[in-house]
């Protein structure tokens, strides 16, 4: 069944349904045009937003680990609901983007109040969902603070990293995926999309045309990899009068810079991302 556009709903009328990580990813791309970051932040912070979200997703599965970045903890299966997934995704998200987009805080503040989620801590303290949501999140930022944060590029409407996340999300409505489905996607997706970012600036010349270019080009490469590969069977579903494309090709034109690092960059990114959901950090 496709879904609706959750942001075109008040958050009353999309509490409780299908979409918590995309109606998230939608806030951080508002968040993003609001602020007007390079291409590199833009990246890291949807990288970092949908970590955290699957940090605190793999808590409450029975296979999934956390990253390097995450504090590990599994909760019993009578504690797994879909409701309480939902809502430690929600706290992970609006605590994650709060301090990414300080000047964006009210927006975040009101959507988890139309969720009819409290900003406190609930009943249950650390292990509360709303507790697993918090030290996720509190973990990762830690992680990047030590670490810092790339230098921020020129400014764009709508950073590449946030046109493949539209692609994403027509994936999600169009295929009807769940949280479960889409907190996967968008885990391996993001991270694709920063590690291509990184790769795509650093083999890029000085100047900045060539450094957003080359971006640009390995971002989508990198995106259209993880997409073909979490869809793959369903990949043929995926074409639509494009001349024998799917939506996420027709993104990338021949020759652009970075697309064979940024292939591989992708690829990488998608295999990690599913040794975690799998639990099969040991192998490679």
């Not at 291509?196 to 100047?207: C, L, V």
Request: net charge positive; glycine share 12%.
């Amino acid at each position: 069944m496709r879904r609706e556009n959750f942001l075109k709903l008040d958050p009353g009328a999309a509490a409780g349904m299908a979409g918590t990580v995309a109606c998230w990813n939608r806030l951080a791309l508002q968040a993003i045009r609001a602020a007007q970051p390079g291409p590199l932040a833009a990246a890291r912070s949807l990288a970092i937003l949908h970590t955290c979200m699957y940090n605190a997703w793999a808590a409450y599965d029975g296979a999934a680990r956390q990253t390097a970045h995450g504090v590990t903890v599994r909760l019993p299966c009578a504690e797994r609901s879909a409701a309480s997934k939902a809502c430690a995704m929600s706290h992970a998200a609006w605590y994650a983007l709060g301090k990414r987009f300080p000047g964006q805080q009210a927006m975040f503040d009101d959507w988890m109040t139309g969720l009819g989620l409290g900003l406190g801590l609930a009943p249950g303290g650390q292990l509360s969902p709303a507790g697993i949501g918090r030290i996720q999140a509190v973990s990762m930022l830690d992680s990047c603070h030590r670490t810092g944060t790339p230098a921020a590029t020129a400014a764009a409407a709508e950073p590449a990293p946030g046109r493949w996340c539209l692609v994403a999300h027509s994936l999600s409505e169009r295929e009807g995926h769940d949280d479960d489905q889409d907190v996967r996607l968008f885990f391996a997706l993001a991270n694709a999309l920063a590690d291509a970012s990184i790769a795509g600036w650093g083999g890029a010349h000085a100047r900045e045309t060539a450094g957003a270019c080359a971006i640009h080009g390995s971002a989508g490469a990198a995106a259209n990899e993880v997409i073909r590969r979490f869809e793959g069977e369903m990949r043929n579903e995926m074409r639509s009068g494009m001349g024998g494309r799917t939506r996420a090709d027709t993104h990338i034109g021949a020759g652009s810079a970075g697309q064979e690092l940024g292939r591989q960059v992708g690829a990488r990114a998608f295999d990690d991302a599913r040794r975690h959901w799998e639990g099969r950090l040991g192998s490679r």
